[in-house]
């Protein structure tokens, strides 16, 4: 990071870039993202909801959602439901690769 680095970038949003996304890195091991992540893979009843494939499976979080308010970042698991899938890994990839996570300003 330099000097010249445009100021529109808010805080945080480095851990957004992180290639493997899962994205949140050491928040992944969060006991609270455990729990939400465990809620959402039942609800999906541990498959794919692409392939329906019961291996590898990931949580995915359609939005990323800034706090204009706390300039921040929601945290992982205080996303609502309807915004969180359950993918294989594989079909992740492939859709990180294909489409980008909105980040909205809330
Ligand atoms: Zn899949
Ligand atoms: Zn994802």
Redesign the pocket.
């Known amino acids: 990071m330099t000097a010249k680095s445009p100021p529109a970038k808010p805080k945080g949003q480095d851990f957004l870039n992180t290639k493997s996304h899962g994205s949140y890195g050491a928040l992944l091991f969060h006991p609270d993202w455990k729990t939400k992540r465990k809620e959402i893979l039942q609800r999906d009843m541990h ?7 019961d ?1 590898d499976l990931q949580v995915h979080h359609r939005q990323y959602h800034f706090i204009a308010s706390e300039q921040k970042f929601r945290l992982p698991w205080e996303y609502p439901g309807h915004l969180l899938i359950t ?6 990839n ?1 859709g990180h690769n294909k489409y980008k996570v909105p980040t909205i300003t809330i």
Request: contains cysteine.
């Open positions: 498959r794919c909801v692409h392939c329906r494939s291996k993918l294989c890994e594989s079909c992740h492939k």
